[in-house]
């Protein structure tokens, strides 16, 4: 049990970290004009592009951030994907990147605070 409660608080403590971590991101964008500002969505991954340009599922803290352009692309090129998972409601989504870090600083929020609800019932 010992083990389970230093693994559970060690993992609020990353979550925590990462909160702090999004809530600079959101700062930036308040004083900062950037040019690659938008952030392809689907479901809990982001889509992302290699140095060839080849698009792929990303799962991180820190998503790839695209022009408008090249955002509304990915969106074209992928398009297959909203068809073939339509079913579990999954759906690419073009979002601003501020968007974007505002919802996930939320349900970070929201899972810390549930985290730790648990965890005080040890």
């Known amino acids: ?4 409660l230093n693994d559970f608080t060690a993992k609020i403590k990353e979550l925590e970290n990462l909160l702090v971590n999004y809530q600079t991101e959101l700062r930036h964008f308040s004083c900062c004009l950037d040019k690659y500002n938008y952030i392809v969505d689907f479901g809990t991954f982001t889509i992302g592009t290699d140095d060839d340009g080849i698009t792929f599922a990303n799962y991180n803290e820190y998503p790839h951030q695209f022009t408008k352009k090249a955002a509304e692309e990915i969106l074209d ?3 297959y994907l909203n068809e073939k998972y339509a079913s579990t409601g999954l759906k690419l989504k073009m979002y601003f990147a501020k968007d974007w870090y505002e919802e996930k600083e939320e349900q970070l929020f929201n899972n810390i605070s549930f985290l730790k609800e648990i ?3 040890s």
């Open 1 to 4: 049990m010992k083990t389970f």
């Open 77 to 79: 090129k992928c398009s």
């Open 119 to 121: 965890q005080n019932l």
